[in-house]
């Protein structure tokens, strides 16, 4: 399973991709606007720090907007995916990009029909928002489930990302589905990196290896 980081956070990026954790990176314009600051500039950094996909989203809500932004934010680099919205005309600008060469992740996605229109259109990426799903009452991961199904069914190869994670057990569920991509929040990952025991274990480790009084 590929990770992602889901932020525009430059000293969360270099954080945990000196670690060698990092597939991609996923923003959205929220992400941008947190981090303030010239977004270019960022977009710009990350794309020179990360050298997987890195999904960069359009602002404009009509195609002809959609196809002008997406060719401008693949200049950074080619390793941009171009992130539009889950609409009549996102569809459209996907299918156009898709065929111009240009990948596409298809986000804002919350049923398996979005996502089963989001592949027929020639999406990379179709971007699954779990969290947001729970947080009114739905099963966020059984989407994640009926889409791996009916992608699975027909051969599609469009992959799933797993966006609005909100903690290490969606991630355990996502990866037990299989599905390809989860895009991290930078806690997210924090808390995944971590287990009381190991902590426990190192401090015992440690105390017991002084009682030697001896160097390595
Ligand atoms: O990048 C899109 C998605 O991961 C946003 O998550 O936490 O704003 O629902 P969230």
Known sequence: MKIFLDTANLEAIRKFNDMGLLDGITTNPSLMSKEGGDPKKVMEEITKI????????VVSTQYSGMIEEGKRLRQYGENVIVKVPMTPDGLKACKYLSSQGIPVNVTLVFSPNQALLAAKSGAKYVSPFIGRLDDVGQDGMSLIQDIKKIFDNYNFGTQILVASIRHP??????????AHVVTLPPAVLDKMLQHPLTDIGLENFLSDWKKLKAGI
């Open 50 to 57: 990360i050298k997987g996909d890195v999904s960069l989203e």
């Open 169 to 178: 057990m969606h991630v355990v569920e996502a990866a037990k589905i299989g």
